[in-house]
């Protein structure tokens, strides 16, 4: 089914454009909103209709689950099961890029497109002002992927969600570029905590937090959480990595001090290349080469992330 064609709004981040998001939310519309990760296109997560939208508007499969947003750690624990791990993660890292997977209450009223009939949710307290401020005046759980075409490149500015939704969405809530440029970090709190995907928050702190380490969600263990499919975050350019020169088909995305097309960092910082990643990818796409070659990137702190998406945007589709 093809999304119904609409004029796609971009609002201001003022009183006005946070009361018509909030609308628009309310009668079961969806809103690209940003966060500190990338934007989320946003939807009532208790409304069967608009989550569907969500899933329509990107052509997502229905097997893959959605990350729900709120707007405070007690509408959190209105949804999931809490643990004292979950505290202990949401006291040190919360608001944040950080999502938290727990079993979900049997009274959470959510819709089941959002958790794909998995019993357990995806949950996030975002730090994005924006984000929260929208969230508050809505008063209620936005289910919000990244809010671009399904496995395509996620969006870090209002425009990059219009080159993608334009037409499939009712409006953008334009907040900027996003800060940290990589989707949350993913935490599943089962019987053993583990990695579910690695993101803006580095692996690091979070083992520190729980005084464990985590386990590791396998390339064959089944899908549990998003952004777990092995293609994803793709531009419409092939994608080669591990390159220190480009083709001649290709433009070259670098790291580190070397001539290239664009540059993660020139100065090497991780930080600073997750921040650029997913800009970088849509600015080179936009050029339309046959491929981007992609230069070696620390598989290290938030390198982990940036290879990561790289992988997915590498893999065969």
Sequence with gaps: MNPSVQKTLRLADDAPGHARAAAILRDGGLVALPTETVYGLGGDARNDMAVARIFEAKGRPRFNPLIVHVDSVARAQSFVEWSEAADRLAQAFWPGPLTLVLPLRTDAGLSPLVTANLPTLAIRLPAHPVA??????????VAAPSANPSGRISPTTADHVRAGLDGRIAAVLDGGACDVGLESTIIGLGDTPALLRP???????IEAALGRTLAHHGADDPLVAPGQMASHYAPGARVRLGATTAAPDELLLGFGPMACDLNLSASGDLTEAAANLFGHLHALDARAPAGIAVAPVPDTGLGLAINDRLRRAAAPR
Excluded: N, T
Aim: proline letters at 18%.
């Design 132 to 141: 929260r401020r929208l969230l508050s005046e809505f008063g209620g759980p």
């Design 199 to 205: 993101g803006g928050l580095p692996l690091g702190p």
